[in-house]
Nanobody
Framework: QVQLVESGGGFVQAGGSLRLSCAASGRTFSMYAMGWFRQAPGKEREFVAA????????YYADSVKGRFTISRDNAKNTVYLQMNSLKPEDTADYYC????????????????WGQGTQVTVSS
């Protein structure tokens, strides 16, 4: 099992940037593919981005492609989400998740979840 703790959320104006971090503990971090999801008020949780266990492969939702970048540092047991050109519609609680490394990033599903970090983008 792996424990996940997100950080880096906050309040930012439209067009600004934030970097989210997700620190993992427990079982070997590099055993897992990692992903980010988000849930806006009154909406269902949606996929944002995923990265393979090695970091070689990434996959993004169309809504964030070209603006967000997922990366990982296996030596630090941390996955990141760099968010640029933020829009008010990016406002949500952001969750990181760990999943099966054998599944393609295009079909990433989280098996373990963090508690989330809130991102608010003002217009």
């Amino acid at each position: 099992q792996v424990q996940l703790v997100e950080s880096g959320g906050g309040f930012v104006q439209a067009g600004g940037s934030l970097r989210l971090s997700c620190a993992a503990s427990g079982r070997t971090f590099s055993m897992y593919a990692m992903g980010w999801f988000r849930q806006a008020p009154g909406k269902e949780r949606e996929f944002v981005a995923a990265i393979s266990w090695s970091g070689a492969n990434t996959y993004y939702a169309d809504s964030v492609k070209g603006r967000f970048t997922i990366s990982r540092d296996n030596a630090k047991n941390t996955v990141y989400l760099q968010m640029n050109s933020l829009k008010p519609e990016d406002t949500a609680d952001y969750y990181c998740a760990a999943g099966d490394p054998l599944i393609s990033t295009t079909r990433f599903k989280g098996d373990y979840w963090g508690q989330g970090t809130q991102v608010t983008v003002s217009s």
